[in-house]
């Protein structure tokens, strides 16, 4: 769990710095497992998060807004009851282990001092917050109850004692020495475990409180697998918990998605990635479940546009297999032309109330004969006519036709390319796909339209460089398509694109680079197309002047000419490497 002791540790040190002395304003329960305290400070004013959520348990300040029921639950309200208005005298930490106490003091009926504690219980799907009378040693409730047959051990009901957690055999780094850390390293076993890890890589977290195995990963990173520095990383560790000289921190990968956050510097163990520094491990932790819920919603989003694109791609399949259906026989009408002919040939031989007639083909070399089928209601003549009306009719349905037909295969390349863009898209290239939907008429808001807003700036194509320090751009959804091969690119910039395969634009914002460039470019143009998981991926490659977008056409459809065309196999540790240069 990332957010372990020490993350704990660097947070109740600077709400103690905080909030410490604040009044309590107003107690919120948003979710049925987390709460918003409000607290005013030196007349400022802070909001303190709690949360027992299984996922991600935590506590810290937040300016985020929430939305509150209409009638707060009962935890809420017996919250509210005893501590607004109260003041928050103190916030300590158990040991390094994930349990917080926040003292509050306020007065009775009658006027007499009283202190609560609310007790902060940060332990996966066990977490939860208590409301504890200290005096009495009692729970007054909790967030989650936890009954006997739940935890025969550990009961958390209202009316019950309270007691901590039962401590786990690791020791408190604080109080520990430098020869009672080399003894346990003299003592670890170093044989890999089932995943083939050392047992050394998990020395930090098998024998001390409130170290998670992310910490302890980048401490053994640190040692470059040198058993003898352990000892040292080890009280730097501790010194930098006991001075707080943390250096909080998010990784996150070349897309921005947040991967990970620490209150401690992860960059050994992270090389590869992009890393965020904070001033403070509230601003960090908050920050980093901020973006989680942003993506979660992203992914929700990116589900139900895949879901709905799916939907519209196999509606075009099917109406384009209709289309050439009825473009076949509209190929056929020559024999509506035919049969219309053979009857006025022959209009002598046939009387009204006739249901067929058999005559002679003369366009036929063989001359056979041919049946041809009549409407009993009708004279021969009116029969003749109708069928030189069929044949006008299918006639002049054939370029309608091929242009609907036309028409659907485009709408149907777009949403493939839509679908393409959705498989690599970050939270604001999924929104930029839903508007771009919504202009094209594809998706509706739900309930009433809404007010036009300012219209937001549109989000930029990604910039990177290759390796020999030429700009690579590439667009990643049709609107940045437009805007990069359009506006931006030079007209003697060089412009790729995956070979009929639905994919990204990718220009080289240069007139002059090497093979090397155009090689990574062509990367980066197979890796955001429809096929980066295949081989040999046909790219072509163009100047921009020589790439056109036709007038109504698509968003993200150009044609071009000029090109040519090679084969390419994507290298993802390389277009890695290339877009965390950006």
């Given at each position: 769990m990332a957010f372990d002791g020490i993350v704990i540790h660097a947070i109740v040190n600077e709400l103690s710095k905080t909030i410490v002395g604040g009044r309590i304003d107003k107690i919120y329960q948003p979710l049925s497992k987390e709460l918003i305290i409000r607290i005013r400070t030196r007349g400022e004013n802070h909001q303190l998060f709690l949360s027992a959520d299984p996922t991600n348990p935590r506590i810290h300040l937040t300016n985020k807004k929430f939305t509150n029921p209409d009638i707060p639950p009962m935890f809420c309200?017996?919250?509210?009851?005893?501590?607004?208005?109260?003041?928050?005298?103190?916030?300590?930490?158990?040991?390094?282990?994930?349990?917080?106490?926040?003292?509050?003091?306020?007065?009775?009926?009658?006027?007499d001092p009283v202190i609560y504690w609310l007790v902060v219980e940060i332990m996966g799907r066990h977490s939860n917050i208590i409301f504890v009378d200290p005096q009495k040693k009692i729970i007054l409730d909790c967030i989650h109850h936890v009954n006997h047959q739940i935890n025969s051990f550990r009961e958390l009901l209202p009316g019950k004692e309270y007691n901590t957690p039962p401590l786990q055999s690791k020791l408190n780094l604080l109080e520990v020495d430098i020869d009672t850390i080399q003894h346990l390293v003299n003592e670890h076993e170093i044989e890999p475990d089932k995943n083939n890890t050392t047992n050394l890589e998990r020395f930090f977290v098998t024998n001390f409180q409130g170290i998670s195995p992310l910490v302890s990963s980048e401490l053994w990173s640190r040692a470059n697998n040198d058993v003898s520095k352990l000892v040292d990383i080890g009280i730097s560790l501790k010194l930098t918990i006991i001075n707080h000289s943390y250096k909080p921190c998010i990784v996150?990968?070349?897309?921005?998605?947040?991967?990970?956050?620490?209150?401690?510097?992860?960059?050994?163990?992270?090389?590869?990635?992009?890393i965020e520094y904070y001033q403070t491990t509230n601003h960090c932790v908050d920050e980093y479940y901020s973006q989680k819920a942003q993506q979660l919603f992203a992914q929700r989003d990116t589900h139900d546009l895949s879901t709905k694109i799916t939907s519209l791609y196999k509606r075009a399949a099917n109406k384009i297999e209709k289309l050439k259906n009825t473009l076949a026989s509209a190929n056929e009408a020559a024999q509506f032309k035919l049969m219309g002919e053979l009857l006025t040939a022959n209009l002598y031989q046939i009387s009204k109330g006739q249901k067929q007639v058999e005559v002679t083909n003369y366009y036929d070399p063989e001359q056979r004969l041919i049946k041809i089928p009549l409407d009993a209601r009708l004279t021969p003549n009116q029969n003749a006519q109708s069928y030189f009306k069929k044949y006008n009719k299918q006639k002049n349905?054939?370029?309608?036709?091929?242009e609907q037909l036309e028409l659907a295969n485009e709408e149907m390349l777009y949403f493939e390319t839509i679908l393409q863009q959705l498989e690599t898209a970050d939270i604001q290239v999924v929104a930029d796909i839903r508007q771009?939907?919504?202009?094209?008429?594809?998706?509706?808001?739900?309930?009433?339209?809404?007010?036009?807003?300012?219209?937001?700036?549109?989000?930029?194509?990604?910039?990177c460089t290759s390796t020999t320090g030429v700009e690579i751009w590439v667009g990643r959804n049709n609107k940045q398509n437009d805007l990069l091969t359009t506006q931006i690119a030079g007209k003697n910039d060089t412009w790729l694109h995956t070979k009929d395969i639905p994919g990204s634009h990718v220009v080289i914002r240069s007139q002059q680079f090497d093979e090397q460039t155009l090689l990574e470019a062509a990367n980066i143009a197979a890796y955001f197309s429809k096929a980066r998981e295949s081989s040999n991926i046909p790219v072509d490659y163009t100047l921009i002047k020589n790439v056109r977008k036709p007038n109504g056409s698509k968003p993200g459809f150009v044609i071009y000419d000029q090109q040519k065309t090679f084969y390419i196999t994507p290298d993802h540790k390389l277009i890695q490497t290339l877009l965390n240069n950006n």
């Open positions: 309200m017996l919250l509210r009851k005893h501590l607004e208005n109260s003041r928050i005298k103190s916030i300590s930490q158990w040991k390094l282990e994930r349990i917080i106490r926040i003292e509050f003091e306020t007065t009775n009926e009658i006027g996150s990968n070349h897309r921005g998605v947040y991967l990970k956050y620490s209150a401690i510097d992860l960059h050994t163990s992270n090389k590869n990635d992009n349905s054939i370029p309608k036709i091929n771009e939907l919504i202009d094209e008429g594809y998706i509706f808001y739900k309930g009433k339209p809404q007010k036009k807003k300012n219209n937001k700036p549109a989000s930029k194509p990604l910039k």
